[in-house]
């Protein structure tokens, strides 16, 4: 144990022992005069105020001795514990990474649970840690209702704003979601995190939804101990930026006083249950032991800092207030102190011995579970959901004529003959997914009244309502925050993000947050959403690179993530039912890109000739992982994806009138990647050309070329891309983008080399005709 550690532990010995004894309290009555809160509940407090002051101890003593990792301690702020005992059980939590306190008190509420074995396990990173697996030390439980968070700076502050905005909704339209219809959503973070793009779209999002007069049932506490790592908070700053916020309710207590602390928290947290509109809690906290691990304050902290800090010990306060009151002596403190370390630190030694994590296959369970079967059922579904028969009382009625008349409206998408383009398609599935479950929920920026910036979702709201489709903020944080929160409530969220190079702003909402919440749950909680994004270049007459953009390496490398990438009407619309029933049935976090060039086209070789229109059925699956292929040519496979499709199918055409006779592979998948197609159809003609819209430094066709080298394929093998560039405006965009003639000229110049050597055995015997869809 470091050296600050055994001070403060010896401190709290010290102080407490030379304290007088006081005439004797009942611990039913008021601790102070005049108060609410009782001896008993400050004892209850003060024992989880020690616990977690002793988890943070044995930590430390497990790291100086390598049995134990990386740890950022709570001491310092273990007032939080009030804020446990001033909110239901049910109420979901989305903590600080200091939040031992509220841990710890909220665990000990809830019959069945070992605070102190669960917050070892993860020290130590052992296997059997009930929350994360041995994946990281989080403070998170299933059965009390903490969410599991990464210590990602305030990354999980739009999802709890997205869980809050969803409570209500989930009861108005019977949605089965696991929180209780009046339920307050707690969110904790420090003073730092506070001043953080993040965290002020998240809070900014709450007061603007709350304007509306949307249920917003959210606890914002800041945890401010005034430092952050080394930088400074100024004392006044929190409250200046917070404390004067129109829609804001704002509240200030003393994290080193149990009583203030616990009167203001249960305040605060009741005004929220009665008003369903955010309020934001300043708790004043102290710093102790440094930010973590190794660190030395007196590197860049004055000694009488410091010291002063020590003074305001939460634990230590709370001791002396049961000893003054008269509700326990300072022998007594001093027994159950060590009683509770005595526990701490045998469970700390028994804990060493439990086994780790020990292969690849064990650490990356969680991540993308997939059951193709059940998703094929689910997406092939015609019956809407079974009602489980709650929340009755408040369903909307414009949800029950929805379900009334889901067979109707089926028949009436099944029976149009008429051929659909790629935007038509997403339309009518986005209908008749809305139509059959009242999980499913549309929205994003424009998607409502104006029906999207290009008319993919025109008209749903107008014919499933405000509830269901729904415009948001001009905020990709706030978006993608409420698909998070809306997940963990209940529901399905199809999220639109307006265009791909928008989605960068907040791509730590889907690789911090959305992929990860499985993985550190260990799959006790998960991420059901399908994005929809619309990408890549191609459109005429309007763009630069914010509308056209080729940029998805950053989206293709997330572990578990499915990027899903249609280019023709009949596999959007398989291809979404797919993605949206893979994240119902599997959690999955699906991303769907549809390529903007594509959304109207019709032709396909010739003006007029509507070669790109399909028509859609509700009874087709597309499997994820399944590529889908055009043609039987022996001579060449062609692998594209989106725009590149069309732009294949041309040049197999033109190749074919000079004699070289292609198939057209389209990946559909671009994670994870349809390998076993994409090496079939390799082997079936020995040579392969990847037609990449993306860029040549992280593109697609890096991935593709990959997968066949891993799987040995010995024929010939090239690619064309566009250029590492952004994307520019005007016709300066064909100097860069990929287009026809350079992947007619590739493919010749393929198929010339190839012809100066003989194809290679393996080759040629795997040369088969390719099987139908």
């Known amino acids: ?168 909704r989930a009861a108005r339209l019977r949605v089965t979601s696991p929180w209780p219809s009046d339920a307050v959503v707690l969110c904790s973070f420090g003073d730092a995190s506070a001043n ?35 930088v400074p908070t100024p004392p006044d700053w929190i409250e200046q930026a917070y404390g004067h916020r129109p829609g804001l309710r704002f509240f200030s207590a003393n994290g080193s006083d149990a009583v203030d602390a616990l009167t203001t928290a249960s305040t605060a947290a009741q005004w929220v249950r009665e008003n369903r509109r955010p309020a934001f809690l300043r708790l004043r906290t102290v710093r102790l032991l440094g930010h973590a691990g190794s660190d030395v304050e007196a590197a860049y902290r004055p000694a009488a800092d410091i010291a002063a800090d020590l003074l305001r010990d939460p634990v230590l306060a709370t001791a002396r207030l049961l000893v003054d009151s008269g509700v326990v002596t300072p022998a007594e403190v001093l027994d159950r102190y060590a009683e509770l370390g005595h526990r701490v630190a045998t469970a700390a030694e028994i804990v060493c011995n439990e086994p780790r994590l ?26 809407p959901l079974p009602d489980d028969g ?33 935007a038509q398609a997403i ?31 025109k008209g749903l709201q107008k014919t499933f309502g405000a509830r269901r489709v729904f415009d948001t903020l001009l905020d990709e944080q706030s978006v993608l925050g409420t698909a998070l929160g809306a997940a963990l409530a209940g529901f399905v969220p199809i999220p639109e993000i307006q265009y791909l190079a928008y989605l960068h702003n907040a791509a730590d909402q889907i690789r911090g947050e959305a992929a990860t919440l499985s993985f550190f749950s260990d799959g006790r909680y998960r991420n059901p959403m399908v994005v929809r994004i619309a990408g890549y270049a191609y459109q005429k007459g309007f763009g630069g690179h914010f509308h056209n953009d080729n940029s998805i390496a950053a989206l293709r490398d997330i572990p578990g993530v499915v990027v899903a990438s249609p280019s023709r009407a009949d596999d959007a619309a398989a291809m979404l039912r ?45 499997e994820i992982g399944r590529a889908r292929v055009y043609g039987d040519g022996m001579d060449l496979t062609l692998v ?113 080399r190839a012809e100066q050597r003989a194809l290679p055995d393996e080759v040629r015997a795997a040369r088969v005709r390719p099987r139908k869809d």
């Open 1 to 168: 144990m470091t050296e600050q550690a055994v001070d403060l532990d010896e401190r709290f010995r010290t102080v407490i022992a030379a304290l007088a004894p006081q005439p004797s309290r009942p611990a039913s009555h008021p601790i102070v005069p005049g108060s609410a809160v009782t001896g008993a509940t400050c004892l209850n407090l003060f024992e989880s105020q020690a616990t977690s002051r002793h988890l943070d101890l044995a930590a430390r003593r497990l790291g100086s001795a390598r049995r134990g990792y990386y740890s950022i301690g709570s001491s310092g702020h273990e007032g939080n514990a009030a804020l446990a005992a001033a909110l239901r059980t049910s109420d979901p939590a989305l903590l600080h990474y200091r939040s031992g306190g509220f841990f710890v008190h909220r665990a000990r509420r809830v019959p069945g649970l070992d605070p102190i074995r669960d917050v070892l396990l993860g020290v130590v990173a052992a296997a059997a840690d009930p929350i994360s697996g041995g994946r990281h030390k989080v403070f998170g439980s299933a059965a009390a209702n903490v969410i599991p968070q990464t210590s990602t700076i305030a990354s999980h502050l739009p999802r709890a704003v997205g869980l809050a905005f969803a409570i209500d």
């Open 196 to 230: 953080h793009s993040t965290a002020a779209g998240a809070i900014n999002a709450a007061i603007h939804t709350a304007h509306h007069r949307i249920p917003m049932p959210i606890l914002f506490v800041c945890e401010d101990n005034g430092i952050g790592i080394s």
């Open 358 to 383: 020990a292969s690849a296959a064990a650490v990356i369970a969680p991540i993308g579970r997939s059951r193709p079967d059940l998703v094929r059922t689910d997406a092939l579904r015609a019956d």
């Open 390 to 422: 709650r929340s009755a009382a408040r369903a909307d009625p414009a949800t029950s004529r929805t379900d009334a008349s889901y067979h109707t409206n089926a028949k009436s998408v099944a029976a149009q003959s008429d051929p659909m383009t790629l």
């Open 427 to 457: 339309n009518n599935t986005l209908a008749d997914l809305l139509t059959r479950d009242r999980d499913v929920l549309v929205f994003g920026e424009d998607v409502g009244r104006k029906g999207g910036v290009y008319g993919v979702t």
């Open 578 to 622: 797919t993605c949206v029933s893979a994240a119902r049935v599997d959690g999955r976090v699906c991303l769907f890109l549809e390529p903007i060039a594509l959304y109207h086209t019709r032709d396909l070789h010739t003006p007029g000739d509507d070669g790109w229109l399909t028509r859609p059925s509700r009874t087709e699956h597309v």
């Open 640 to 752: 594209s994806f989106a725009n590149g499709v069309p732009m294949s199918l041309r040049v197999a055409r033109r190749l074919a009138g000079r004699g070289i006779h292609a198939r057209v592979l389209d990946l559909r998948w671009l994670a994870p990647l349809p390998v076993d197609d994409l090496v079939e159809h390799a082997r079936a003609t020995g040579r392969v050309l990847v037609a990449d819209e993306t860029r040549r430094s992280g593109g697609v066709s890096e991935a593709v070329c990959a997968a066949l080298v891993d799987a040995g394929f010995a024929g010939s093998l090239a690619r064309v891309t566009s250029e590492d560039s952004f994307v520019p405006l005007g016709p300066a965009a064909e100097t860069v983008l990929l287009d026809e003639h350079r992947i007619d000229a590739a493919a010749c110049a393929l198929m010339g």
